[in-house]
């Protein structure tokens, strides 16, 4: 493989190709859960190296199909399925984008922003508020994750009750296919009916069907102003009613709506014991809403306000803060996002991203809990997320007694049967916003539909024949190429 490798350097530069030494950033997944080899980590500058980089492996997988040579495309690599690290053969070329971060444009008029895949999603946000513009992606690793990953996984985040995931937000992209061609679709067209739709095929597919190089993205005019507030609810069907309040009486104001049970917030409390929890000791959940207003803070006040008053008087609400400023509004928000990494300090764990109907997820809820607890006494559920999309977080502890490791050997296969299999009972997904990757794709066969699996079989082997792009992923489970 040194004659690939070596051609590889003449495309990105020597400096660029790199075969020893510390690969971990790349080579390990973001839970450092899985650890793979690559043949060599390949960072290209611009869409032509890519394009020329494909062509090279292509090249030599046809003239050595017994090399087992593929691409692995790579962006921030803060994925929670494993889906852009390499496999444990050393056959897979690791194609990093991080050093495409331009942000090519922003049409005002337009109302787009058109940035490189290796441009960090904070990078995008900050590009797009410069100009007077909300790009309104948003997730808890936006500090390091990148716009060509987002889509690739077609990420979901805090603000989709209002926006829609990635997906939604995207007009146009530019992809490298598998053969190494170029399309050049980063057209700012919010109408075009001249075919398939092949942009949103490539949302989603996690680097299977083609390498997203660039895109075209939707801006939004900046709010006037942003309130949020914390509610303490009674029950997770209390939650859902105030999100039908809030709905009815913020409209498209409404711009987040969060879930968070007891138990995921006092692990908050217990490892980040500075950022001080409110109202959950006495509430099975709380709620973070967000108010983006256009008019003024005052409008905007006197909606939240009568919002939160309807909740109260309906008993969905027990209790509520309303934060004074952005300081305040920026701890409740990182009590939320801090959930994970409290987790994380907890031991390890069995993390699920489902999404079912938002009418179904109380009783999901109760019916799933109830099905865990018997079979594994005293286990503990992490249970938060995006109620005003139906996107929970429902992961699995072990009981205090257990050792981490122990549980998570002994258990996740039975634990994600329980939870996969209530989740298809309640008309649901077990994948909402993180995507497949290798985690999840032995599920599909049992999970998704063979008919879907076959339209899925056949996209793939029709853009991808020879199986280069991210083989193992996605539709690994279906398909034999």
Same mark, same amino acid.
């Given at each position: 493989?040194?004659?690939?490798?070596?051609?590889?350097?003449?495309?990105?530069?020597?400096?660029?190709?790199?075969?020893?030494?510390?690969?971990?950033?790349?080579?390990?997944?973001?839970?450092?859960?899985?650890?793979?080899?690559?043949?060599?980590?390949?960072?290209?500058?611009?869409?032509?190296?890519?394009?020329?980089?494909?062509?090279?492996?292509?090249?030599?997988?046809?003239?050595?199909?017994?090399?087992?040579?593929?691409?692995?495309?790579?962006?921030?690599?803060?994925?929670?399925?494993?889906?852009?690290?390499?496999?444990?053969?050393?056959?897979?070329?690791?194609?990093?984008?991080?050093?495409?971060?331009?942000?090519?444009?922003?049409?005002?008029?337009?109302?787009?922003?058109?940035?490189?895949?290796?441009?960090?999603?904070?990078?995008?946000?900050?590009?797009?508020?410069?100009?007077?513009?909300?790009?309104?992606?948003?997730?808890?690793?936006?500090?390091?994750?990148?716009?060509?990953?987002?889509? /690739?996984?077609?990420?979901?985040?805090?603000?989709?009750?209002?926006?829609?995931?990635?997906?939604?937000?995207?007009?146009?992209?530019?992809?490298?296919?598998?053969?190494?061609?170029?399309?050049?679709?980063?057209?700012?067209?919010?109408?075009?009916?001249?075919?398939?739709?092949?942009?949103?095929?490539?949302?989603?597919?996690?680097?299977?069907?083609?390498?997203?190089?660039?895109?075209?993205?939707?801006?939004?005019?900046?709010?006037?102003?942003?309130?949020?507030?914390?509610?303490?609810?009674?029950?997770?069907?209390?939650?859902?009613?105030?999100?039908?309040?809030?709905?009815?009486?913020?409209?498209?104001?409404?711009? /987040?709506?969060?879930?968070?049970?007891?138990?995921?917030?006092?692990?908050?409390?217990?490892?980040?014991?500075?950022?001080?929890?409110?109202?959950?000791?006495?509430?099975?959940?709380?709620?973070?809403?967000?108010?983006?207003?256009?008019?003024?803070?005052?409008?905007?006040?006197?909606?939240?306000?009568?919002?939160?008053?309807?909740?109260?008087?309906?008993?969905?609400?027990?209790?509520?803060?309303?934060?004074?400023?952005?300081?305040?509004?920026?701890?409740?928000?990182?009590?939320?996002?801090?959930?994970?990494?409290?987790?994380?300090?907890?031991?390890?764990?069995?993390?699920?991203?489902?999404?079912?109907?938002?009418?179904?997820?109380?009783?999901?809820?109760?019916?799933?809990?109830?099905?865990?607890?018997?079979?594994?006494?005293?286990?503990?559920?992490?249970?938060?997320?995006?109620? /005003?999309?139906?996107?929970?977080?429902?992961?699995?502890?072990?009981?205090?007694?257990?050792?981490?490791?122990?549980?998570?050997?002994?258990?996740?296969?039975?634990?994600?049967?329980?939870?996969?299999?209530?989740?298809?009972?309640? /008309?649901?997904?077990?994948?909402?916003?993180?995507?497949?990757?290798?985690?999840?794709?032995?599920?599909?066969?049992?999970?998704?539909?063979?008919?879907?699996?076959?339209?899925?079989?056949?996209?793939?082997?029709?853009?991808?024949?020879?199986?280069?792009?991210?083989?193992?992923?996605?539709?690994?489970?279906?398909?034999?190429?």
């Amino acid at each position: 493989m040194q004659t690939l490798l070596d051609e590889l350097c003449v495309i990105v530069g020597t400096d660029h190709v790199l075969t020893d030494g510390d690969l971990s950033a790349w080579e390990q997944d973001w839970r450092k859960r899985t650890h793979g080899k690559a043949l060599a980590v390949v960072r290209p500058a611009c869409t032509d190296e890519v394009s020329r980089v494909v062509k090279a492996c292509a090249s030599y997988r046809a003239q050595y199909p017994a090399s087992g040579v593929s691409i692995v495309p790579q962006g921030g690599n803060t994925g929670l399925v494993v889906g852009s690290t390499p496999d444990s053969t050393g056959r897979q070329i690791v194609l990093s984008l991080q050093r495409m971060r331009t942000v090519r444009a922003l049409d005002a008029a337009n109302l787009t922003i058109t940035a490189e895949a290796g441009c960090i999603l904070q990078t995008v946000q900050e590009a797009a508020e410069t100009a007077g513009f909300l790009f309104p992606l948003s997730l808890a690793a936006e500090g390091s994750c990148t716009l060509g990953g987002n889509l /690739g996984s077609n990420a979901g985040g805090t603000q989709v009750v209002r926006f829609g995931n990635a997906r939604d937000l995207c007009l146009g992209l530019e992809v490298v296919t598998a053969s190494g061609d170029v399309w050049h679709g980063l057209s700012g067209l919010r109408k075009d009916n001249t075919g398939y739709d092949l942009r949103n095929l490539y949302i989603g597919s996690e680097g299977t069907l083609g390498i997203i190089t660039a895109a075209t993205m939707k801006l939004y005019p900046l709010p006037a102003t942003q309130l949020t507030a914390w509610a303490a609810v009674p029950s997770m069907q209390a939650a859902v009613e105030l999100l039908g309040l809030a709905h009815r009486h913020l409209g498209a104001g409404l711009t /987040g709506f969060e879930v968070m049970g007891q138990f995921a917030l006092s692990l908050v409390a217990r490892h980040f014991s500075k950022l001080r929890v409110p109202l959950y000791l006495d509430a099975p959940f709380c709620v973070l809403l967000e108010n983006s207003d256009h008019e003024s803070e005052n409008h905007a006040r006197t909606r939240f306000e009568g919002l939160l008053e309807a909740a109260m008087a309906s008993s969905c609400v027990t209790d509520a803060v309303v934060a004074e400023n952005l300081t305040q509004a920026k701890t409740l928000w990182h009590i939320r996002e801090s959930i994970p990494l409290a987790q994380a300090e907890e031991g390890l764990n069995i993390k699920h991203d489902i999404s079912v109907p938002v009418s179904a997820i109380p009783e999901f809820v109760t019916t799933t809990d109830a099905l865990l607890q018997t079979a594994i006494p005293r286990v503990r559920l992490v249970n938060f997320g995006h109620l /005003g999309d139906g996107n929970l977080h429902y992961n699995v502890q072990a009981p205090l007694a257990m050792p981490a490791n122990l549980f998570l050997s002994q258990q996740e296969a039975l634990v994600n049967r329980i939870v996969f299999d209530s989740v298809t009972q309640f /008309g649901g997904s077990i994948s909402a916003e993180h995507g497949v990757g290798s985690l999840k794709v032995d599920h599909l066969a049992h999970y998704k539909s063979q008919v879907a699996l076959s339209a899925m079989r056949a996209i793939k082997a029709a853009l991808d024949p020879h199986n280069l792009l991210n083989p193992g992923r996605v539709t690994a489970a279906a398909v034999s190429i």
